[in-house]
């Protein structure tokens, strides 16, 4: 089972995530993480889909997603050809004693502390899954209190672009 | 010009063609049905929305044209959930429109209220609903357009009560807001040759032939290409008809059911020519003993369909009549080049389909084998007639045996296997085709009984369909299920033939009512029914219970092994618990599976 990740151009229109949503579950195909967001053009949301699949079914799950009608475009982003980056927030234990052993490691990590509190320390870090995976374990010897995590997203890297190729007309003659 | 959302519905529906709707109104849906009574629109008025919905499909079926249905919000909308499906699984196009609370009332759980757009979704290829007044010409013209091209299927468009009601400047759009929706039409140029060049140099090709060519209406585009490159030809349950079945190329159906020598030509075969077929596990059995030898030429509209069960050597993405006609041209430009060195498998596939022909034993005197009840009413009826089939048995047998004669004769529920489908798509089919071709539903006893209230709407708005029940008083498919894989135990599989008495409902709805008990009177009374043109006519046929259908490769088994008859499976089950005495059985026996080799077991599909 590989991960492979899936940038989405989308009509942005009601209903338009649970009829995604919908297709993965009745499928039966895995999503590891989803992100959706507006983009540049405010008739197009964009989603950054992370699924756990073979490439067999990575294909067919591509070509199901292409049957939804307000699907318009979709791209696998190769994870060497692309800057892929979560945004993590944690919420950890740490009175006024241990903020700056804390604040000593927020640095290493290029993480940043976002929000504190008598004895609480909120830590937000960017970057990709590998390095908010490195620092959640330094953190849970504090005691996690809480932590979010946004989800993978992912643009191609130079000068590619998912709008290559199509511009993308939303009237359209027929 | 003003008018208001109703108005517009109506307005709309007959912008797009639509002549003829098929309905049952209520609550959220009657601002609708006023204008209705103006509109160009002929209404059939169904006796429950799964009525409608089917009739709708069977209209699509008989016609290639968009089937619409119209109901109301909550328990109408759920009704028609089933339909949906069937039409998304068989790609029949459907239009259906549903009314729905109030928009200030949505998600208040109001009256009549469903989650209409999240319960359908998944059956549909694309539904709507409908936010405002002006947008209602808008998502009907591309509802249609969504459920009519590329590979066809159900739309629905769910409408709020107080949107029908308010009024707007009626203004029909330009164009298609579409921009994620683009079929592909033309097959690629090289893969179209690439597929020739296979064809060519195959030995042992076989076309396999699917409802795609039905829908696409390709039907003389195939003949030209058999008969061009002289390739056999076989034909899924949803293409019976595509090729005329007394054709010398024609092989018959693949699958489960199928025709033996249309099974041994795909496992033989070193080349598949698949045109809008699916791959779908009744024909293919265990796919990894499903034409093990063949290289695959796959056309399809859908390009998830291409290599989704079967890894495919040249894909072809485009409509079945474009691509099979780019086929034919490329092939006709090469000449004698193009034409297969394949006589030898012609020969072989001539000598296998005489030596495993379909076969019953039909007493001469007594018992009515189903087998010659299909083949009477066929007779009776003769190629004109569209017959329309429910799902089991009865609809097995009519495939088999019916000598198919032109495409959209054979009607019926192939992916979703809807029993209760007959009844109300006889009834469309025979709206679409009018009052001089003959429709038959041929519908089991339990299928029938699933929407048989139907006939009330034929009746009413004079619909003169013949109702042939095949009552052998038991859901026969399932009990040949338990004969086969649960030792006869039979669990709720018996209905009875007297109940209900099918000739006492004739007479309830007023309509003729015939009955056939004996073989001796099977041809009479059927020739009786035919004779009755003018209004519905209901025909009994009491069958043999006991009766199966054979040929038969069980589910999830190797097409390699077809059982041709109910004989043969004894022979073969009996064989193997003699010579199994040891540590196989026993196996067998802890893993809870009885004594029957695993050639014969049920499979888990």
């Known amino acids: 089972m590989h991960q492979h990740t899936l940038s989405v151009l989308v009509e942005n229109r009601p209903g338009v995530l649970a009829r995604i949503a919908g297709m993965f579950s009745r499928r039966s195909y895995n999503i590891h993480s989803l992100a959706v967001g507006p983009t540049d053009d405010e008739h197009v949301s964009r989603l950054t889909i992370v699924v756990g699949t073979d490439p067999v079914h990575l294909e067919q799950v591509i070509k199901q997603l292409n049957k939804l009608i307000h699907v318009l475009k979709i791209i696998e982003l190769d994870p060497a050809e692309s800057v892929q980056m979560e945004l993590q927030m944690v919420k950890v234990s740490a009175d006024a004693s241990q903020r700056g052993d804390l604040f000593a490691l927020v640095d290493v990590f290029g993480a940043e502390v976002v929000d504190v509190d008598a004895d609480t320390v909120t830590i937000a870090i960017a970057g990709n899954t590998g390095r908010l995976g490195r620092l959640t374990p330094l953190l849970e010897t504090y005691g996690i209190r809480e932590m979010v995590r946004s989800g993978t997203v992912a643009i191609a890297r130079g000068d590619r672009s998912i709008t290559d190729g199509s511009k993308l007309r939303l009237q359209r003659v027929v | ?605």
């Not at chain 2, 002929?42 to 429950?48: E, Q």
């Not at chain 2, 290639?64 to 249905?69: F, I, L, N, P």
């Not at chain 2, 007639?385 to 009519?398: E, I």
């Not at chain 2, 009786?528 to 038969?552: C, G, N, Y």
Request: hydrophobic share 45%.
């Open chain 2, 1 to 605: 010009m003003q008018v208001t959302g109703a108005q517009a519905v109506m307005r709309s529906l007959e912008e797009v063609g639509v002549d003829v709707v098929f309905g049952y109104p209520g609550g959220a849906i009657l601002p609708a049905y006023d204008p209705l009574i103006e509109a160009d629109l002929t209404h059939v008025l169904v006796r429950h929305e799964q009525g409608a919905v089917h009739a709708a499909e069977g209209y699509a079926h008989a016609s290639g044209k968009v089937g619409v249905c119209i109901v109301t919000s909550g328990p109408a909308a759920t009704n028609l959930v089933t339909g949906l499906c069937d039409a998304l699984m068989d790609s029949v196009p459907v239009l259906a429109i549903t009314g729905q609370v109030a928009s200030t009332a949505i998600g208040s759980d109001a009256f009549q209220e469903a989650d209409v757009l999240g319960i359908t979704m998944p059956v549909t290829k694309h539904n709507e609903l409908v936010t405002s007044v002006e947008r209602i010409p808008g998502a009907i013209r591309e509802a249609h357009h969504i459920a009519s091209s590329g590979r066809p299927g159900p739309v629905l468009l769910d409408i709020p009560k107080d949107i029908l009601n308010q009024s707007f400047e009626w203004a029909w759009p330009q164009h298609l807001d579409l921009p994620g929706y683009r079929p592909t039409v033309r097959g690629h140029g090289r893969q179209v040759r690439d597929a020739v060049d296979m064809i060519a140099a195959a030995r042992k090709p076989v076309v396999y032939a699917g409802g795609g060519l039905v829908r696409a209406g390709a039907g003389d585009e195939l003949l030209d290409l058999v008969e061009l490159l002289d390739l056999p030809v076989v034909t899924t349950l949803m293409a019976r008809g595509i090729i005329p079945e007394s054709h010398p190329r024609a092989l018959g159906m693949p699958g489960m059911h199928g025709h033996y020598v249309a099974i041994q030509a795909l496992q033989e075969a070193d080349l598949l020519i698949t045109l809008g077929a699916r791959f779908d596990d009744r024909v293919t059995g265990d796919l990894d003993h499903f034409a093990p030898h063949a290289k695959v030429i796959h056309v399809d509209v859908d390009p998830a369909e291409i290599g989704k069960n079967r890894h495919v050597d040249v894909p072809i993405v485009g409509d079945a009549k474009v691509v099979v006609g780019q086929l034919v041209k490329v092939a006709r430009d090469r000449g004698e080049d193009a034409v297969p060195d394949a006589g030898a498998w012609r020969d072989h596939l001539s000598e296998v389909k005489q030596d495993h022909p379909l076969w019953c034993k039909q007493p001469d005197e007594g018992v009515i084998k189903p087998q010659t009840a299909i083949q009477a009413v066929h007779a009776a009826w003769g190629d004109d007639a569209v017959y329309v089939a429910g799902v089991g048995q009865h609809q097995m047998w009519a495939s088999q045996l019916i000598p198919w004669s032109r495409p959209r004769q054979w009607i019926n529920s192939g992916g979703l296997g809807t029993m209760g489908f007959a009844v109300p798509a006889a009834i469309g089919a025979k709206v679409a085709v009018g009052r001089d071709t003959p429709v038959v539903a041929i519908d089991g006893d339990g299928c029938f009984q699933m929407t048989f209230q139907e006939i009330a709407a034929a009746v009413q708005h004079d619909i003169p369909v013949a109702f042939v029940v095949i009552n052998n008083g038991v859901l026969g498919m399932v009990r040949q299920w338990q004969t086969l894989f649960y030792a006869s135990r039979m669990s709720e599989t018996t209905m009875g033939q007297d109940l209900p008495d099918l000739v006492k409902i004739a007479d309830a709805y007023g309509i003729p009512g015939l009955r056939a008990s004996h073989v001796g009177e099977l041809e009479s009374v059927l020739s009786k029914a035919a004779a009755i043109t003018d209004q519905p006519v209901l025909v009994d046929i009491r069958v043999d219970s006991d009766e199966m259908v054979f040929p038969m490769v069980p589910a999830g088994g190797s097409n390699d092994n077809v059982i041709e008859s109910a004989d043969e499976w004894l022979t073969m089950a009996i064989a193997d618990t003699t010579e199994a005495a040891t540590a196989r059985e026993r196996a067998n026996h802890d893993a809870g599976l009885g004594r029957i080799g695993r050639e014969l077991r049920e499979g888990d599909n």
